[in-house]
């Protein structure tokens, strides 16, 4: 039982609660969630002294703030958004996850108990313990092996004749009054079914093992299907499974021979008239376990088809993992070993990478920041002739007579684990957003006069610092022209020219482009420039007339629709960054098109870093096999659904006078149908400068 610790929320009346949360190690995060809490409390507390004294309840927190269903801890991106005035939004207070994660089990049907003939409260008490393992095992090995059954079958009797013989096989020969505790349930990732049990110190010559008795089979034995499955062994046995390719079975210890053999020899005394069934769960899935497994089975009257393609699969796979195995055999001749003196973490860096970043004045120009020499140079298989270390100075003398020197933490600094984690620690500053967070007060992101950013240059930082944050930033009191307009972003960034121009001006009434958004019809959320090979990184938008009603803007944050989807339906949310999806634009006298994927993640973190969702920019759709065209819309609609989500969805209007500037590689915009005339005013800033202003600033690496 987890310690009771009061909620912080006013609402919940300093309730003690099981499940609750701290506030984040981060401080930016963590003085997020107290301006959205906005307690009284935390005034003028340092926000080392709120993380220590006050907690946050799970009634507060979102089902997608969560890892799954069954799990207990939040995302790194959550925040509080539920029931922070009134507890009335059930999704909060109706999540209680166990605190043992449960297993999963699939249900059999039609499942029927049979009792055993042992029943002594002696062999129950010493059961408890020693057959915990087997019983969890079971559980697994009852999934797998229900898998493979049904996967070789076509026909519904056959299925129910399967899962007949199935269910007198696996039911639970060890039945219980009491479930065990759940502080005795170890977790356990492979299934697999011991035919021995563990002694306990408890145990008497009395306490025989149960065995496993099926029922006598009326019906003609069929073949079972072998199909793979990767699985990884437990944590406890990884290290001997490595070494041995045998079954778990067979991997037991000395200390439980004894046991192996006495239940060996209980079961062959009843073979003559009982048949007994063994189950052999793999650790690893090569073709010698596969004809182990077979050899116990026919030796028993069992049946194993093992499939052609399973075989081939294996030699596939086999051939793979000795490629991958000569390339994890590096030749140590080839690297060079240092020591970090400031964490003592020692890494190898190859001799041909030390080559390549040598700075000396022949091999680099400091004026301009490059290379000076040809990549078809450099001698692959260059080696050190001496190596010096000064203090934390690497001195080399190359086997072709050129000197190097290094320092030892810039080589620390650019490995990729180095780079990994510096881009993790970026992303987390990223507050993922609903309309739940982003309207409650304070706000966190920026908003500043045109006054205050002509004549400050922290009133810039403030700016670019929001939109890598939330993705938005406003910029107030601006006139409503469309000099003034490109004034406040050029304090900023250059603007970028595209087939509108620089600056735009458009309403309903003026209409120089082919483009829906001149119109004064509803515009769903969407991405703009979907269509180009590198889309906008910035859009500036700017409502200069405004004389109708209508017209709120709408901004949803696509990054968070994307996580949300991942956290659903990982397996859509990898098609969406796979399909090759084309946009287009069509003008008289120009026709752009670009194939792209629908989310695009980085290539070394995995996180979302562009959203391309337009649905009224599509071309026709012969970019996509027509097998997986049904998948396709399925997976579009469903990501559409993320984003057109009113939860997601902020509204507000747009005035004259307040300029808005946002991600547009990152937030959806949107517009209410409207009646009356409105004048829009705009430009694009490209992803490239607005990165670039962002890295000087030290706000992105």
């Known amino acids: 039982m987890q310690k009771l610790r009061a909620c912080c929320v006013p609402c919940c009346n300093r309730e003690k609660q099981e499940l609750v949360h701290k506030f984040p190690a981060d401080n930016e995060r963590a003085e997020q969630w107290v301006k959205i809490l906005n307690v009284a409390d935390f005034e003028g507390l340092p926000i080392d002294n709120i993380r220590k004294r006050f907690f946050v309840c799970t009634r507060h927190f979102r089902d997608s703030d969560y890892k799954n269903k069954a799990s207990r801890c939040i995302n790194i991106t959550a925040v509080p958004s539920l029931n922070l005035k009134e507890l009335t939004d059930a999704e909060g207070l109706q999540r209680i996850p166990p605190v043992v994660r449960p297993e ?32 969890k095992s079971v559980t697994t090995a009852n999934a797998l092996s229900k898998k493979a059954i049904r996967s070789g079958l076509d026909k519904e009797d056959d299925t129910n004749a399967h899962h007949e013989r199935l269910d007198e096989f696996m039911d639970d020969p060890f039945p219980t009054k009491s479930p065990l505790p759940a502080s005795a349930a ?16 408890t145990d008497t010559p009395a306490a025989k093992m149960p065995k496993l008795i099926s029922q006598p089979q009326t019906k003609p034995k069929e073949p079972i299907v072998l199909q793979r499955v990767k699985m990884m062994p437990p944590m406890a046995v990884r290290k001997s499974a490595a070494i041995s390719k045998m079954t778990q079975t067979e991997m037991e210890d000395d200390q439980h021979q004894a046991a192996d053999k006495q239940n060996d020899k209980n079961e062959g005394d009843q073979s003559a008239t ?27 009257g069992g049946i194993l088809d093992l499939n052609e393609r399973l075989w081939q699969t294996l030699d596939d796979e086999t051939e793979d993992d000795k490629a991958m195995g000569a390339a994890k055999d590096t030749d140590s001749t080839q690297f060079l070993t240092i020591k970090s003196a400031a964490t003592d973490e020692t890494v190898r860096v190859s001799y041909v990478w030390l080559r390549d970043h040598c700075r000396c004045r022949e091999c680099y120009n400091e004026a301009t920041y490059q290379r000076s ?3 078809l140079d450099l001698p692959l298989d260059i080696q050190p002739l001496t190596t010096h270390i000064n203090d934390q100075e690497i001195i080399i003398t190359w086997n ?13 600094e650019n490995r990729i684990e180095a780079y990994q984690k510096c881009q993790e620690e970026r992303r987390a500053q990223m507050i993922l957003w609903d309309r739940d967070v982003i309207t409650a007060k304070p706000v966190g992101y920026a908003s500043v006069t045109l006054n205050d950013l002509l004549c400050e ?32 972003v050029k304090r900023l960034f250059p603007i970028q020219k595209t087939l509108f121009g620089e600056m735009w001006t458009f309403s309903e009434s003026k209409m120089d482009h082919s483009d829906t958004a001149y119109t004064n019809g509803y515009l769903g959320p969407h991405n703009d420039n979907t269509y180009f090979s590198d889309a906008a990184g910035l859009q500036v938008l700017h409502c200069i007339q405004f004389n109708g009603e209508g017209a709120e803007t709408m901004l949803v944050d696509g990054f968070r629709a994307a996580e949300r989807m991942r956290e659903a339906d990982v397996h859509a949310f990898e098609r969406l960054c796979s399909y090759p999806l084309e946009a287009e634009y069509i003008e008289e006298d120009k026709h752009h098109r670009h194939v792209a994927p629908v989310i695009r993640c980085n290539s070394i973190t995995q996180t979302v870093e562009q959203i391309r969702f337009n649905p009224a920019d599509r071309a026709a759709l012969k970019s996509i096999p027509s097998e997986s065209v049904p998948q396709f819309y399925a997976d579009y609609q469903r990501f559409a659904r993320e984003v057109y989500s009113k939860e997601l969805e902020w509204k507000f209007q747009l005035t004259p006078g307040t300029v808005l500037i946002f991600d547009n590689w990152r937030l959806l915009h949107g517009r209410m149908a409207y009646r009356g005339k409105r004048v829009m005013t705009g430009c694009y800033v490209a992803r490239t400068e607005y990165q670039s202003v962002a890295r000087k600033m030290g706000l992105i690496e």
């Open 274 to 300: 009982i048949s007994t069934t063994k189950v052999l769960a793999l650790l690893e899935c090569t073709p010698e376990n596969l004809q182990k497994l077979r050899r116990k089975l026919e030796e028993q």
């Open 400 to 412: 072709d007579g050129h000197q190097s020197s290094y320092n030892v933490e810039e080589i620390l």
């Open 186 to 201: 170890a977790p356990s990732t492979t299934g697999v079914w011991r035919s021995t049990r563990r002694q306990s110190p």
């Open 457 to 488: 240059d922290e009133m810039m930082n403030r700016i670019v610092a929001s939109l890598v944050t939330y993705g938005f930033a406003f910029i107030t009191k601006v006139p409503p022209n469309q000099q003034s307009t490109e004034m406040a």
């Open 373 to 375: 020499y040809s990549i």
């Open 104 to 135: 999963i089990v699939h249900q059999l049907p039609h499942r029927t108990s049979y009792p055993t003939a042992v029943a002594a409260s002696t062999i129950r008490t010493s059961l408890v313990t020693s057959q915990l393992v087997k019983i």
